[in-house]
């Protein structure tokens, strides 16, 4: 069974960066995108970050371009979540994901973490 195990999640302050990341265990494949979304109180679940396992092709949400890199370890089969210049509304639990999914944007991802707490304060 595949499991996610995020970490990493801080308080911050503004303009500040932080990395978290997410291991992964189980089995996986070559075909799986790892992906990133985060909750914040009160607002839909959010896609930030994904990437495919095989090539390394990356996805970002229009808030994270610019801002948030996505990297993957193989060897580690750990990815990560680099954020830099973070706002007050960057604020979430953030969840990594995985799974075979085409579209990378997508929330149907089979596997999920439980979340870790990132807050920003200004």
């Known amino acids: 069974q595949v499991r996610l195990f995020e970490s990493g999640g801080d308080s911050v302050q503004a303009g500040g960066s932080l990395t978290i990341a997410c291991a992964v265990s189980?089995?996986?494949?070559?075909?799986?995108?790892m992906a990133w979304f985060r909750q914040a109180p009160g607002k839909d679940h959010e896609f930030v970050a994904a990437?495919?396992?095989?090539?390394?092709?990356?996805y970002y949400a229009d808030s994270a371009r610019g801002r948030f890199t996505i990297s993957l370890d193989n060897a580690k089969s750990t990815f990560y979540l680099q954020m830099a210049g973070l706002k007050v509304e960057d604020t979430a639990v953030y969840y990594c994901?995985?799974?075979?999914?085409?579209?990378?944007?997508?929330?149907?991802?089979?596997?999920w973490g439980q979340g870790t707490q990132v807050t920003v304060s200004s």
């Open positions: 994901a995985t799974a075979p999914v085409i579209n990378p944007t997508t929330d149907k991802y089979a596997h």
């Open positions: 189980g089995r996986t494949f070559s075909s799986y995108t």
């Open positions: 990437i495919r396992w095989t090539g390394g092709n990356t």
